[in-house]
Every structure is written in structure tokens, then in C-alpha cells.
């Protein structure tokens, strides 16, 4: 459909919960696409909310297949509406970049694995079990559904942020 611009740190819409989609329509297939192609527009992102393109709804994309670090382990192209961490297990430290801050990156602590249940794009309800990388993807754009940020999760910021290098 369409590539939307990304709204950046400090727009208000990206510290604002989520609504759950209470049913899957044409409007919800378009904003699905428009995630979709932004995502894939941009090159190096693995994923993208709702939120970031303006659209409070619970719906995420990701997509971990193409990134060196989630290669070898990953479910292909994820269409999430109205994701739930169901379980979460072990912790690892990444650093993490993201599209809404584009100047900094950050160490943040995530599960390894996790056990989201959540609806795919034909409504039909799945449980995956995720781990590494994109266990790590999963976690950050489920964030922006709370009106988090990777910056909201780094323990210290002055030690834990950096300055993207150009």
C-alpha cells in the first residue's frame, strides 16, 4: 500500500498504550501492508509498530530472516495483532537501535526466549516459541504497544546509550 513515515522520539503517540484491534477489517489489512512496506523500505529494520507510523492499535511486524543476527533462527515474516508474552525465560544484554531514535542505540536487558501468543494476519490465533535475536525484536516492538521505548529499558543512561555513528 504504502511507505509511512516514521515518527520520531519525543512524538507523544509513541508514549501512549496501545488499543487492542477489536476486529480484522480491510482498515486493518491496509495499516498491516503499510507496516509491512515501511519495514521493508527501510533496509536494515526488523520490525515496526503501529505506533511509529502513527496508529495506535496492538499490531506489530517482524522480520528477523534477512539480519545476520537472526538468520539462522527465526519464523519468517511476522504479522502480530494484539501480541501477548505469554511465558519468558533466561536474559541476555543487546545493543538496540530503533527506527523512532535514530541518533543513539542502547544496552537493554530482554528475555532470551519468550512464548507470545498473538493473531496473524488472516486472524487465526498462533503460539510461537522465539528465541535470540528475534525473541529481542519481538520484545522491542511489543514495547511500543505500552508506549515504550529501548531507551525507557537501558539501566543506566549514561553508561548504557550511544551516539549512533555516522
Known amino acids: 500500500m504504502a511507505v509511512r513515515d516514521i515518527l520520531l522520539y519525543p512524538n507523544p503517540i509513541l508514549k501512549h498504550p496501545c488499543a487492542c ?6 482498515q486493518v489489512d491496509a495499516l498491516v ?12 529494520s526488523v520490525g515496526v509498530a503501529a505506533p511509529q507510523i502513527g496508529v495506535s492499535l496492538r ?3 517482524v522480520d528477523v530472516s ?3 543476527l537472526g538468520r539462522e533462527d527465526n519464523h519468517g515474516r511476522l504479522v502480530m495483532i ?8 533466561g536474559e541476555r544484554i543487546m545493543r538496540e537501535g530503533c527506527m523512532s531514535v535514530p541518533e ?10 519468550i512464548l507470545v501468543q498473538f493473531l496473524d494476519r488472516d486472524g487465526v490465533e498462533r503460539v510461537i516459541r522465539a528465541n535470540g535475536f528475534e525473541a ?25 546509550v550511544f551516539r549512533r555513528k555516522k
Open 104 to 113: 543513539y542505540t542502547g544496552n537493554v536487558a530482554r528475555a532470551e526466549t
Open 33 to 44: 501492508q503499510d507496516l509491512l512496506d515501511t519495514m521493508h523500505a527501510a533496509g536494515h
Open 59 to 61: 499490531v506489530v511486524v
Open 136 to 160: 529481542v525484536a519481538i520484545q522491542h516492538e511489543m514495547d511500543h504497544l505500552d508506549g515504550l521505548l529501548f531507551l525507557d529499558r537501558v539501566s543506566n543512561l549514561k553508561t548504557d
Open 66 to 68: 534477512r539480519s545476520k
Open 82 to 89: 494484539n501480541p501477548e508474552i505469554l511465558e519468558r525465560e
Open 21 to 26: 484491534v477489536l476486529r480484522l477489517d480491510a
